[in-house]
């Protein structure tokens, strides 16, 4: 827990329109006062992101949620008894609370209570919600160290929180609960199963929906390397391939995983939930010894290994400026 002279320090940052970096248990955010429109325009402004991009909310607690959005279903109330702290953003019609800053222009809004104590102890002082993406630039790696946003952002925030290695690793899944059937628009730190689970029924996962939320574009959570996609059985053929190309190719995938001499793996656990939390760690330490390619090696799509697929399918995806492999 940090003293209560940081803590001042963070909320009135905040309080007076300030940006700062805050740790959750999933990545690390770029925090805001939700209710500050000129502030968040700064997050958008320091990220280079579109301002028809949605950004999440951030509250102490649940019983924020009445204040935060217009109609809160009782199968929200049961997720987010189930899981609040947590890796779990729901989205609800927007109250008159949240602006079109924070939404994008839609009549949802996305509201999250982080499991991180660095997080709830800003946000229980600060007695409001936080508007807070990935603190990272737009469509680039996201941020799992307190190192690594300054290494992205620098001087641009006004105060960054070291709150340790994120335990997580990867962003909150998200649930959209505005319409008739809930759907899940962004696989995450929670698996869809432990979802279906409270809710007692299948929840489809649609990442293509009318309803944008965070990290929903196709090419996103991108390192500088070009990343090629392939199954355990492919990997060896794929980097095999690269080399007689002249690429520089690097490696992501289980330490069980032999390669040629002279391939650098960047080790990831076999577990889905132990990928899920150095997924970003090693895309940066590949992205630090400059390989062309990264041929990353897929988990199985069971629990977290389902968001460790979908980060990956964004991170290979066409980049809008033409990079990749």
């Known amino acids: ?42 997050v958008f402004a320091i990220k280079g992101r579109p301002a028809t991009h949605p950004l999440i909310v951030h509250v102490a607690r649940a019983e924020a949620l009445d204040t935060w959005a217009r109609r809160v279903p009782e199968e929200a109330r049961r997720l987010a008894a189930a899981f609040w702290p947590g890796p779990l953003t729901l989205v609800l019609p927007r109250s008159e609370r949240a602006t079109d800053a924070i939404t994008g222009g839609q009549d949802t809004v996305a509201v999250r209570v982080p499991n991180h104590p660095v997080a709830l102890a800003v946000l229980d002082a600060m007695g409001g919600g936080v508007a807070a993406p990935s603190a990272n630039r737009f469509g680039k790696v996201s941020p799992t160290t307190a190192e690594h946003v300054r290494a992205d952002l620098g001087d641009e925030v006004d105060l960054i929180l070291d709150g340790g290695p994120c335990t997580v690793g990867l962003e909150s899944t998200i649930v959209d609960l505005s319409g008739d059937e809930p759907a899940v628009l962004r696989p995450g730190g929670l698996p869809v199963e432990e979802v279906e689970r409270v809710l ?12 944008r939320v965070s990290g929903s574009l196709s090419s996103h959570y991108a390192p500088r390397a070009g990343v090629l996609l392939a199954e355990p059985g492919g990997v060896i053929e794929r980097v095999e391939a690269l080399r ?8 992501l995938g289980p330490p069980s995983l032999s390669l040629p001499a002279g391939v650098p793996r960047y080790d990831v656990p076999e577990d889905p939930a132990g990928a899920a939390r150095v997924l ?27 968001a460790v697929r979908d980060r990956l399918a964004r991170a290979a995806a066409p980049r809008p400026n033409g990079d990749g492999a």
């Open 200 to 211: 007692g029924r299948p929840v489809p996962v649609r990442t293509s929906s009318t309803v």
């Open 280 to 306: 970003y760690m090693r895309l940066r330490e590949a992205d630090q010894h400059g390989h062309d390619v990264l041929v990353a090696c897929l988990p199985r799509a069971e629990g977290l290994g389902v």
């Open 244 to 251: 007689a190309q002249g690429r520089s190719v690097g490696v």
């Open 1 to 42: 827990m940090m003293n209560s002279e940081l803590l001042s320090r963070a909320v009135e940052t905040l309080r007076r329109g300030g940006v700062i970096a805050l740790p959750t248990e999933t990545v690390y955010g770029l925090a805001a006062n939700a209710e500050d429109e000129l502030a968040v325009r700064r």
